[in-house]
Every structure is written in structure tokens, then in C-alpha cells.
């Protein structure tokens, strides 16, 4: 199965400088148990805007145009059809985890969006690609907790694509 996970701001905003440009803890372990025993897909700006490192416990495989790329414990594939082919035969879940271009890339075969909606409006260089939400069913809506740590409201969205008639 192949998802896509992410958060944004109200304006769509997922990015800035390759980083994220707020702090919310607990969409970082959202993030953490929704992902752990699965892949993660990202490109490598993303990759290395995290430290370009893997995450643990789980496999992490960075999409790339450069053919010499090379990193130390992740697969690199170049092309959209290495992922899909790789996602076919994986028993778990392939979330696909930015950045928008890899995004724009995959929407189109996701089975699965889950979506942190973070109530504010940030300063960024990267949005969300488009989304035609006809195609989707919220299936899934809880409101996360604000705290000390967690200064933002926010809600925590999934959706399932729609069976299309052919």
C-alpha cells in the first residue's frame, strides 16, 4: 500500500528551507507511529534538510535524479516506477514523506492521505502540491492536544481514496 503523510500550515505551507518551519512534538510521533516498521520515500533535499540520516526502525529510501548519490543506510532509487515496483512487494505500508515534488509525483497512486492540519500561518518556501479532494473520504478526524510543548491548535486528518466505477 502506498500513503502519504505530512503536515501544513492553514496556507499549505510544509516547508521551509527544506526543514520544518514550526515546532509540534506530538506530530513528530504521530509521524514516529504511524511510519515505524514501514518505508519512507523522500527526496533528498528532504533527506538531508533532516540531518541526512535514517530514521530508526523503519526503511528509508531517498528518490533522486543523481545517479552517484549515495548514502549510508538507505536505498536511492531515481525513478517513480522503482518506488511503485518496490511498494508492490513490500507487506507494509510505503509512506511517501516529501518533499512537494515528490509529493506531486506519487498522489496519484496514494491509497491513503494522512494529513496534520496545524492552525497558523507560517513563513515558507515549500506548499503542499494540489490536492482534488472529490477523489478522497475523510475517514478519520482527531483534534490533537495543545500544550506547553504543542503551542499550535491542530487536527490530525485520514482519507481514503474513493473506489472509482471504470
Known amino acids: 500500500m502506498l500513503a502519504a503523510i505530512w503536515a501544513q500550515d492553514e496556507q499549505g505551507t510544509i516547508g521551509k528551507e527544506n526543514r520544518l518551519p514550526w515546532h509540534l512534538p506530538n506530530d513528530l510521533k504521530f509521524f514516529k507511529q504511524m511510519t515505524e516498521d514501514n518505508t519512507i ?3 533528498r533535499k ?4 533532516m540531518g541526512a540520516r535514517p530514521l530508526p526502525n523503519r526503511q528509508t529510501i531517498v528518490l533522486t535524479r543523481d545517479k552517484s548519490y549515495q548514502a549510508k543506510g538507505v536505498i536511492v532509487f531515481h525513478t517513480v516506477d522503482e518506488v511503485l515496483d518496490y511498494a508492490k512487494t513490500f507487506s507494509g505500508i510505503t509512506f511517501i514523506a516529501g518533499g512537494s515534488a515528490v509529493y506531486e509525483d506519487f498522489l496519484q497512486y496514494c491509497d491513503v492521505l494522512y494529513r496534520t ?5 507560517f513563513d515558507g518556501d515549500t506548499k503542499f502540491p494540489f ?3 472529490d477523489d478522497w473520504t475523510l ?3 482527531s483534534a490533537g492536544e495543545q500544550d506547553e510543548a504543542n503551542g499550535y491548535a491542530y487536527q490530525f486528518e485520514t482519507y481514503q481514496r474513493k473506489v472509482t466505477a471504470d
Open 117 to 121: 492540519v496545524i492552525y497558523h500561518s
Open 131 to 133: 490536492v482534488d479532494w
Open 46 to 49: 528532504t533527506f538531508e534538510g
Open 41 to 43: 520515500v523522500m527526496g
Open 139 to 141: 475517514i478519520n478526524l
